[in-house]
C-alpha cells in the first residue's frame, strides 16, 4: 500500500508557473503507475498526466502538452508536475494517484491510491 500527499498548489497569475510535488510513502513510487487528475468546479474530475512505472514514459491531454512536465524523483519517493504558462482553465484541486497496473494510465478507476488534492486558482 502507498500513501500520497499533494502540495504546491496556490494562485497564480495567467502564463505563470507552478511546480507539484506528489510525495509517496510505504512503498517505492517507481514500482508504481502515478497520475494526476483534475477537478475543475461544477465538472468531472479529468485526467491530466501521468507516468509509467519503471521506464518512466509521459503521456498528457492534449490542452497541456508543452505547458505542463511529470517527471519523478525514485530517490525521493516523489512525482511532480511542472506547470508553465497556466491559463484559467487550469484551474481546479488536483490530484495525484498511484497503482501498481500498468495500464489505462488516463483511466481513474485503474488507480487505487488517491491523495487528498491541492488548490490551483490561476487569475486572468
Known amino acids: 500500500q502507498v500513501q500520497l500527499v499533494e502540495s504546491g498548489g496556490g494562485l497564480v497569475q495567467a502564463g505563470g508557473s507552478l511546480r507539484l510535488t506528489c510525495a509517496a510513502s510505504g512503498r517505492s513510487s517507481s514500482d508504481y503507475k502515478v497520475g494526476w487528475f483534475r477537478q475543475a468546479p461544477g465538472k468531472e474530475r479529468e485526467f491530466v498526466a501521468a507516468?509509467?512505472?519503471?521506464?518512466?514514459?509521459?503521456y498528457y491531454i492534449d490542452s497541456v502538452k508543452g505547458r505542463f512536465t511529470i517527471f519523478r524523483n525514485n530517490a525521493e519517493n516523489t512525482v511532480y508536475l511542472q506547470m508553465n504558462n497556466l491559463k484559467p482553465d487550469d484551474t481546479g484541486v488536483y490530484y495525484c494517484a498511484a497503482d501498481r497496473t500498468g495500464t489505462a494510465v488516463n483511466v481513474m478507476r485503474s488507480y487505487d491510491y488517491w491523495g487528498q488534492g491541492t488548490q490551483v486558482t490561476v487569475s486572468s
Open positions: 507516468i509509467s512505472r519503471y521506464d518512466s514514459t509521459s
